[in-house]
């Protein structure tokens, strides 16, 4: 995530240019921020892109005066709690979304998220700024290269994403656009973008607008540029990286442990948090369902004081259902619920009063009647404990004082990020939701995961070619051994059949390794419970 400046021919996040293209947004931030006229930031994407947007917006509206922060994320607040993969190919919903949210304002600064630069909903919204410079200043940050963008058409539109990006980056050189796009290694998880990209995300939105908050001591301090400001920022987000796993690896591997207990149980893992922290957790399990194909059950998360300290632009939305619920007080009622039968993780994070101190709190629970207040669940208590004091004071003649604490609370915020993503990841590896680090069990809802899917049938049976993969995983998905009699049908009819169903690419994968009928691969794969362990005996025999 923190490599040096270049990887091969690319850019990473040190390298100068980087910087000083962040430099350049913080800059163009301040002006939105402190200006009285009728202006607004907003930031978009889709899936954990568009939930750190929103996150981003929320944070950043509690300190900047105005509410000039706003967020889009494809298919609305619904998919901050629920994933909501189809929305993300309308690139028209983007555009609609994007009119809603500027309809009034005079000037827009605009940062869409696509870690893959892959998004048609961003694509989209990027492509209508671009061709209305005289509002908007649009800016695109994602994790590859433009060369690496996604080339797949999309549905309806005579564009792909990597001819957005290419517009991009030409304009960008003649000044008019902005466009942050270091490299930053591969996921651990392939394709599981919402851990590295999405922790570098926060990392280049939170010190944009953290600088932003304090370009009045930039200015006055003659012996710093705002690109060493910016490279002095990173080093920041670097240093607590260092100082979190050196002293969270082996709390977080029995929390890991304890949570896959949970799972093996047939119980759920439950993260609780107040504030920024508590986000993170609701954002962390949202995106199960997607990478490993749990249920809305597996994982959830709470905030203390629910939607009123939620902050989402369409306030509480509890009636959409039970997922919908997201207060502390749900979670007792929900634990009230569900009886004695269950062996549920509940993953508090607790932050102590000092930034010196980083405490968390987790345990394996049996549940009791006198243990319905949240305090006495707990059982295993885990203490992380990371001196940020150093940090702290590196920072501390750059910043302004809201600067200094708002800088503080999101390293807090990415280290929670960091516990839950490894909690939650842990523990789908310990059930076998992962093989040879691909999510295998993923969900076909979108556009990407189709040909993502196709991709990991090839993987493991690399005597296919991709039209051969193809058949097997659309055999799979309308469980039928007769592919012409689907084939015909549009990527986006396969995606709404595929959506709702389990196991759809590891049956494409033992149909492509055996060359067997679907009937006889779903009878295979009903002997074990494990994929993981399924796919390894029944691919490898
Ligand atoms: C990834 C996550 C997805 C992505 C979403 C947007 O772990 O499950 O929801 O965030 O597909 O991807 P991108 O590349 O446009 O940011």
């Known amino acids: 995530m923190f490599e040096p400046r270049t990887c091969g021919k690319e850019k990473t996040l040190f390298n100068s240019d980087i910087i000083d293209e962040i430099s350049k947004v913080a800059e163009i931030a301040s002006a939105f921020m402190t200006s009285e006229s009728n202006n607004a930031i907003v930031l978009s994407g889709c899936g954990t892109s ?7 917006a929320r944070s950043f509206n509690q300190v900047v005066p105005g509410q000039k922060f706003s967020y889009t994320i494809a298919g609305g607040d619904k998919a901050l709690f629920t994933s909501q993969e189809a929305p993300e190919d309308d690139r028209n919903a983007g555009v609609q979304d994007l009119i809603r949210v500027t309809g009034g304002k005079e000037k827009v600064l605009f940062i869409g998220i696509s870690v893959g630069l892959s998004a048609p909903y961003v694509a989209g919204q990027l492509d209508y700024c671009m061709d209305k410079l005289d509002k908007y200043t649009p800016v ?20 792909t994403f990597r001819d957005v990006a290419t517009r991009l980056e030409k304009m960008t050189s003649q000044g008019k656009t902005f466009l942050i796009n270091p490299v930053v290694g591969g996921e651990a998880i392939t394709g599981s973008s919402r851990m590295k990209g999405g922790s570098v995300t926060i990392v280049i939105l939170q010190t944009i607008f953290t600088m932003a908050l304090s370009a009045s001591v930039t200015s006055s301090n003659d012996s710093m540029t705002s690109s060493e400001m910016c490279k002095a920022m990173l080093e920041t987000y670097q240093k607590t990286c260092q100082l979190f796993y050196a002293s969270a690896s082996s709390a977080l591997s029995s929390m890991i442990t304890n949570a896959s207990e949970s799972f093996k149980q047939e119980s759920s893992i439950y993260n609780v948090g107040s504030d920024g922290s508590a986000v993170m957790g609701i954002i962390d399990a949202t995106e199960c369902p997607p990478t490993y194909g749990a249920t809305l059950d597996d994982i959830r998360g709470f905030i203390l004081g629910g939607y009123d300290e939620f902050n989402n632009a369409e306030g ?20 009230k619920s569900r009886g004695h039968k269950y062996k549920d993780t509940i993953i508090v994070l607790i932050m102590a009063s000092s930034v010196n101190v980083f405490v968390e709190i987790s345990g394996l629970f049996e549940r009791s009647e006198k243990e319905l207040a949240l305090p006495t669940y707990l059982t295993d208590v885990f203490v992380i404990s990371m001196d940020l004091s150093e940090v702290k004071s590196s920072v501390a003649s750059l910043l302004t004082p ?19 993503n490894a909690i939650s990841t842990g523990a789908h590896i310990c059930i076998g939701k992962v093989l040879h680090n691909y999510m295998v069990d ?5 556009r990407k995961l189709f040909h993502r899917s196709i991709g990991i049938i090839q993987r493991f049976c690399p005597t296919l070619s991709e039209t051969e993969a193809t058949d097997y995983l659309l055999q799979s998905i309308y ?19 595929a959506t709702p169903q389990d196991r759809v690419v590891p049956t494409a994968i033992v149909m492509g390794s055996k060359r067997c009928l679907y009937a006889h691969a779903c009878q295979l794969l009903s002997n074990h419970h494990v ?11």
């Open 140 to 159: 695109l940050v994602g994790f590859n290269p433009v060369n690496l963008a996604r080339n797949i058409p999309i549905h309806g539109w005579e564009k």
């Open 316 to 335: 509480d939305i509890r009636c959409m259902g039970e997922h919908f619920k997201i207060g502390s007080k749900d979670l007792a009622e929900l634990l």
């Open 479 to 497: 469980g039928t051994d007769d592919v012409e009699l689907v084939k015909n049908n549009s990527i986006q009819q396969h995606i709404q059949q």
């Open 50 to 56: 568009g939930r750190l947007a929103f996150m981003t």
């Open 402 to 420: 809201s600067g200094i604490k708002r800088h503080i609370d999101s390293l807090i915020e990415i280290c929670s990020k960091w516990i839950f």
């Open 442 to 446: 993923l969900k076909v809802s979108n």
């Open 531 to 541: 994929i993981r362990e399924a796919l390894s005996s029944i691919v490898t025999s």
